[in-house]
C-alpha cells in the first residue's frame, strides 16, 4: 500500500497553517509507510526527504488573485486538474490517496480515481465546502448553491474515511453521509508543545519594538480573511471606552487585508490598534508570545463549517484566549469548560467591555488561565498522541 497526499500546501512558510499539519502528517505515516507528497511548487523534479524517506513530487504553481473569488475558484479547479493528471497514471488499486479542502475540488478527482482505480480515499476537512460560500457572504443559498451542494454531498458519500477538525462539523456530515460504509472522525490538530511554549512579553522582541512592555496586550495572529470576522471584531473594538493601559496588536494577512487597514483607519480606538504585518510560521515562537491573550475570532454563521487551527499552539504557549464569536459554539464551551479564557458574542461590545475591565481589575487571572491552557495543551492536544489518531484512522 502506498499513501499519496495531496495539498495545495506543504512545508510553507507563507502559509502559516496548512503546510506545518501537512508535513506532519506525512512524516508521520511515512515512518511506517510507503508516502509521497503531491504539491504545488516551481521545483521540476521529485526528490526524496532523507530526513523522512517520504518522496516529494510537484506540479506546476502558478500564481493567482486569490482576492477575486471566481478567480481563486478556476484556480482551484486548474490546480485539481493538474493533480489528477499526476496521480491518474501513478495510482495503484489498493492505495491510499489522502486529500484536504484546499484545493477543495479534489473530493471530486479523489472520487474519480477511486471508481477507476479502486482505491481508498481519505478527505481531511479544515473547511466545509460549499457551505462556507454562503456562511461568508460570499454566495446567495439559490438553486445553483443548492446544486453544487448536492454535488458535494454525492461525493462525501463515495470517500471510504472523513476526519473533521470539530464536533460541530462531525455532526453535519453524519446527518449528510447515508453510505454506511464511510467512516467519519473527529481528529482537532495538535498543539506543538515541543517546540510552542511561554515566553515572558517583556523580552519579546515585537513587543520591545513597539514598547509594549507595560501594556496589557491583546495579539491576533493568523488569516485575515473573510471566514474569520474580522470586520465584526474591529467593530467591537470601535465601541469600547478608551483605554491606554491596553492594546491590540495584529498580526496576517489575507483577501481582506484592505478592508482591514481601512478600519483600523477609521477606529475611533485606532491609537490602542497595531498592525504589525506578516509573519512566516518560521517565527511563530515570537509573534505567538507577543500578547497577554491571544485573540481568535469567528464568523457567528462559520460555526461547524471550520475549527481554527491556530488555537492549539495559542494553548500550547501558555497565553489565555480572548474568542471572538458564536458564545455556545464547540470552542467557546471548551473555553468555558477549562477556564482558559474569555468569551465574546460578535456583536456585543457591552460584554468585550466587560472583560476587559475584569482583566484589568486581576492582571493576576492572566497568568492562571494561562496556565492552564499549557496544562490542556499537554493533556488533550499533544503532537504524538494526535498523530497517532490520524495515522490509525487512515491505515485501518
Not at 508516502?35 to 511548487?41: A, D, G, H, I, L
Not at 504589525?276 to 485573540?295: M, Q, R, V
Request: hydrophobic share 40%; charged share 25%; glycine share 4%.
Amino acid at each position: 500500500m502506498r499513501i499519496w497526499l495531496v495539498s495545495e500546501f506543504y512545508e510553507s512558510l507563507t502559509d502559516t497553517v496548512g503546510g506545518y499539519y501537512v508535513k506532519g502528517l506525512a512524516e508521520k505515516l511515512a515512518s511506517a509507510e510507503e508516502v509521497e507528497v503531491v504539491y504545488p511548487s516551481n521545483n521540476s523534479s521529485s526528490i526524496v526527504d532523507l530526513n523522512s524517506s517520504i518522496k516529494i513530487n510537484y506540479i506546476y504553481q502558478f500564481r493567482f488573485n486569490r482576492k477575486n473569488l471566481i478567480i481563486r475558484t478556476i484556480a482551484q479547479l486548474i490546480m485539481s486538474m493538474q493533480f489528477l493528471f499526476f496521480l491518474l497514471p501513478k495510482v495503484k488499486e489498493n492505495d491510499v490517496v489522502v486529500s484536504f479542502t484546499h484545493p477543495v475540488f479534489m473530493i471530486f478527482i479523489s472520487s474519480f480515481l477511486k471508481r477507476l482505480k479502486k482505491i481508498k480515499i481519505v478527505i481531511i476537512n479544515y473547511d466545509l465546502f460549499p457551505e462556507i460560500l454562503v456562511a461568508t457572504g460570499s454566495s446567495k443559498n439559490n438553486w445553483v448553491y443548492r446544486r453544487v451542494q448536492k454535488m458535494f454531498e454525492r461525493a462525501y458519500n463515495r470517500a471510504d474515511t472523513i476526519i473533521s477538525l470539530g464536533e460541530e462539523m462531525t455532526q453535519i456530515f453524519k446527518n449528510r453521509i447515508h453510505n454506511q460504509h464511510t467512516k467519519i472522525y473527529t481528529i482537532p490538530n495538535w498543539a506543538d508543545v515541543e517546540n510552542v511554549y511561554f515566553q515572558a512579553k517583556e523580552t519579546n522582541d515585537i513587543i520591545l519594538k513597539y514598547g509594549l512592555e507595560s501594556k496589557v496586550v491583546f495579539s491576533y495572529a493568523g488569516t485575515i480573511g473573510r471566514c474569520q470576522g474580522i470586520e465584526k471584531l474591529m467593530d467591537l473594538l470601535n465601541k469600547i471606552e478608551y483605554n491606554s493601559k491596553i492594546h491590540f496588536l495584529f498580526f496576517g494577512k489575507g483577501v481582506a487585508i484592505n478592508d482591514f487597514k481601512d478600519q483600523i483607519f477609521r477606529n475611533r480606538n485606532q491609537e490602542l490598534i497595531t498592525y504589525a504585518g506578516f509573519i512566516g510560521s518560521e517565527d511563530k515562537k515570537l509573534f505567538i508570545n507577543a500578547c497577554d491573550i491571544a485573540i481568535i475570532s469567528l464568523l457567528e454563521t462559520m460555526t461547524g463549517l471550520g475549527f481554527p487551527s491556530k488555537t492549539y499552539n495559542i494553548l500550547a504557549s501558555g497565553h489565555p484566549v480572548l474568542f471572538i464569536g458564536k458564545e455556545d459554539c464547540e470552542l467557546a464551551k471548551m473555553i468555558n469548560q477549562f477556564e482558559i479564557g474569555w468569551v465574546c458574542a460578535s456583536f456585543n461590545p457591552n460584554r468585550l467591555q466587560e472583560i476587559i475591565d475584569e482583566i484589568l481589575n486581576n492582571p493576576a487571572d492572566i497568568k492562571i488561565r494561562g496556565e492552564k491552557a499549557r496544562k490542556i495543551a499537554e493533556k488533550y492536544f499533544a503532537k504524538e498522541d494526535i498523530l497517532k489518531k490520524y495515522y490509525e484512522s487512515i491505515t485501518n
